[in-house]
């Protein structure tokens, strides 16, 4: 049997020149909730070819650094934000999705409390906008959007996630408007409160709500708030309407 013959790290990139020119760059989803309306984080093009277009917050991945470690920098350079949960959803590739070549990016989905988390920065008015009100964006970023939101609304029946949207402590009502601005339908009161109570992933603070124009609701907090922001729940049970 003859030997394989073995090549070096030089012949491997000479042989494949074309294949180490893709750049590689990370777009991240902020979603938000404000006014009883889910909202993205989005921001002004700033190339000629996109004029006026919204788009994500992102950029290309540095050589020095992994996917993970660049999303959160364009979040701390871009929003002034560094302590947030940023989560993984999906690569796009489509080989003409960038005007200046092959570029692969990977997406990212955030959520945080928009009451607790003031823009430090205002970079080409950086400006939260209604989900439902944007129809084109620069890029591919409007399908990027829409993928983040469906892994979101996917997410949101079995694991307790949405706590990032919210005040510490909220109400039932308030709980119940935030999930049907994710997931874009009307949900009955009844069984909404019945089937997440069953959960058990809320404490009863035994407060009630102050300042509110109708009948004051129970106030809730989410069980374990710290711990639920790096892990999820094993057994979660699905809610379904």
């Known amino acids: 049997m003859g030997t394989a013959t073995k090549k070096t790290i030089q012949q491997l990139v000479s042989e494949n020149s074309n294949y180490f020119q893709m750049a590689i760059s990370v777009d991240c989803v902020i979603f938000g909730f404000d006014n009883n309306e889910l909202k993205v984080l ?11 277009e919204w788009s994500l917050l992102g950029d290309l991945v540095h050589l020095s650094e992994n996917p993970d ?20 959803v999906h ?15 990977i997406a990212y989905y955030s959520l945080i409390d928009i009451k607790h988390h003031k823009l430090k920065l205002s970079h080409n008015e950086l400006h939260w906008h209604p989900v439902n009100e944007i129809h084109t964006m620069a890029f591919d970023h409007r399908k990027i959007l829409s993928t983040c939101l469906e892994q979101l609304q996917s997410k949101v029946s079995e694991h307790p996630i949405v706590f ?3 005040p510490e402590k909220f109400s039932l009502r308030e709980l119940q408007t935030l999930y049907e601005a994710i997931l874009g339908t009307k949900l009955d009161r009844r069984n909404f409160r019945k089937k997440f109570l ?16 109708h009948r004051p609701g129970r106030l809730y907090r989410f069980k374990m708030r710290k711990h639920l922001q790096t892990t999820e729940r094993k057994n979660a049970v699905a809610i379904t309407y």
């Open 42 to 52: 989005l921001i002004k093009s700033d190339l000629e070819e996109f004029h006026n």
């Open 69 to 88: 470690a660049a999303s959160y920098r364009v979040l701390k350079e871009k929003t002034g934000l560094d302590d947030v949960f940023l989560e993984q």
């Open 91 to 105: 690569t796009f590739g489509e080989v003409d999705r960038h005007p200046a070549g092959r570029v692969i990016t």
């Open 164 to 166: 990032n949207l919210l």
């Open 198 to 213: 069953m959960m058990n992933w809320l404490t009863d603070v035994n407060e009630l709500e102050q300042n509110v124009t």
